[in-house]
């Protein structure tokens, strides 16, 4: 064998050593991806049902949305016609439940300044009595 040849075996020797050491890593790398794609798989059928239901809940959602602008369209209807109720009653009872109001005030008014009035009377006869016993 001459030097080449040698040289040769020995090249080839340490690329079979490398292909061997690379393949290693390489079936490694392979169940990696094996594993990852099992396991996406799995998240894919798991999510399926996941959506179905999510479905079904917006679904049920929507329903209960549509139900409640009902109820607030009812409210907002009541609102208004107690607003106008409110309008009529103040203007036909408030004025003259104002007036009333008013009327039995001032007549308070004066039935109290004339108790006060009989009573400064009442004391002023009572000194004058009194002056004149003296």
């Known amino acids: 064998m001459s ?4 040289a040769g075996l020995v090249a080839a020797g340490a690329f079979v050593l490398l292909v061997l050491l690379l393949a290693i890593p ?9 594993e990852a794609t099992l396991a996406i798989r799995k998240t894919h059928e798991g999510a399926a049902p996941i959506l179905a239901d999510a479905q079904g ?3 049920q959602l929507n329903l209960q949305l549509e139900q409640v602008e009902g109820i607030a ?13 409110t309008n009529i009653v ?5 004025s003259p439940l104002i007036k009333t109001a008013a009327f039995t005030y001032g007549v308070r008014k004066a ?21 004149r016993e003296r």
């Open 57 to 59: 809940t917006v679904t």
């Open 90 to 94: 103040s203007s036909t009872l408030g």
């Open 111 to 131: 039935v109290n300044e004339r108790r006060d009035a009989d009573a400064a009377k009442a004391a002023r006869r009572k000194r004058r009595a009194a002056r």
């Open 3 to 6: 030097g080449g040849e040698i």
């Open 26 to 34: 390489l079936l490694k790398l392979g169940r990696t991806l094996d």
């Open 73 to 85: 369209k009812n409210v907002n209807s009541m609102t208004t016609n107690v607003a106008a109720m």
